[in-house]
């Protein structure tokens, strides 16, 4: 049996993007008012949505603060908030 080589392009590495850093707002969950409907981690586009044990809320590392999940929730859980520069 012939043994087949593949050639790999050049860049084809694996490696993560934080988009986050992208982003001019962010948001903010109440826990108080989510009930982990998961509402917005349907319509996140970037699936940035976490379970933080209380509830949902966006992995700042990636969420480029669309406001699509602020806008989605049905118990109003989620505010946009802007980013202040350090």
């Known amino acids: 049996m ?3 080589r593949y050639l ?3 860049g084809t590495e694996l490696y993560v993007v ?3 850093e992208w982003r001019a707002e962010r948001p903010v969950t109440d826990p108080k008012k989510c009930v982990k409907c998961a509402t ?12 933080f044990k209380t ?3 966006a992995d ?8 699509i999940c602020a806008q ?6 989620i505010a946009m908030a ?3 520069e350090e």
């Open 60 to 67: 700042l590392q990636f969420c480029k603060g669309c406001g």
């Open 2 to 4: 012939e043994k087949r």
């Open 72 to 77: 989605e929730c049905p118990r109003h859980a």
């Open 40 to 51: 917005c981690w349907l319509y996140c586009p970037t699936q940035s949505i976490r379970d």
């Open 82 to 84: 802007l980013e202040e």
């Open 55 to 57: 509830h949902l809320g």
């Open 8 to 10: 790999c392009p050049v």
């Open 18 to 20: 934080k988009t986050g």
